[in-house]
């Protein structure tokens, strides 16, 4: 038997196999998998904007990328406003201040990857 340690897409897997007796390709039993637990690297953290971090987060809604930034740092936003748009699945999804405020930061950049839940930006 051999063991390997394989990745796919970011998810590790060690695997186990079994050598066929005799010369040439034989059937072998399938291989033995056990998926390990995922590898995440941590995103490098970012400097904030000049306006320091606001106490009102504006978080992404769904794993995508940055499409397009609406706000910019110290503009005045409504409830509702967009202040990020989202590509997700081919569609480009609204990420909305969720209450009145100023813009205090903006925490990602154009074409950058973002999981559900990520701040994307903050207001005071």
Avoid: C, H
Wanted: no cysteine.
């Amino acid at each position: 038997m051999k063991n390997y340690t394989i990745t796919v897409n970011g998810n590790v897997y060690d695997v186990v196999v079994e050598e066929g007796a005799g010369s040439g390709v034989a059937p072998v039993a399938a291989p033995v998998v056990k998926k390990a637990a995922p590898v995440v690297a941590a995103a490098p953290a970012k400097a904030p904007a000049a306006g320091g971090a606001g106490s009102i987060k504006v978080e992404a809604g769904a794993a995508g990328k940055i499409f397009k930034i609406e706000a910019k740092v110290g503009q005045a936003v409504k409830k509702g406003d967009a202040v990020v748009i989202l590509e997700a699945m081919k569609m480009e999804i609204p990420v909305v201040a969720p209450e009145d405020g100023t813009v205090a930061s903006i925490d990602v950049a154009v074409g950058d990857p973002v999981e559900a839940g990520a701040v994307l930006a903050t207001l005071n």
